[in-house]
């Protein structure tokens, strides 16, 4: 079962309430709240989508650029040993940490 949902390159939870007997979710990757329910799949994906265009239009009236999600760029922590020892191993490899670094994720598992 897949547990995420998109839409014009937003990407939604998908989460279901017991209780509540809804399914729901919030858009992922982003700062601001959007969030969207459904008793069934179609009207979970209905809602999602109207969250989303609302959205886009409130940041079109407003004059603000929505948020876009999973810009490419992220911070990590290494040790200062395993950054000099990679920063030595791409210089004499004639590459950049970055490009070391995206090929090495390109080529794992998490990303097949």
Known sequence: MNNTIQYKGYLGSVEFSEEDGIFYGKVMGIRSLISYEGENAKDLLDDFHGAIDDYLETCKSE?????????????????????????IYTTTH??????YIEETLENSPAAL
């Open 94 to 99: 004639q590459m950049s940490l970055n490009r």
């Open 63 to 87: 004059g603000k650029e929505p948020e876009v999600a999973y810009k490419g760029s992220f911070n990590i922590r290494i040790s200062p040993d395993l950054h000099k020892r990679l920063v």
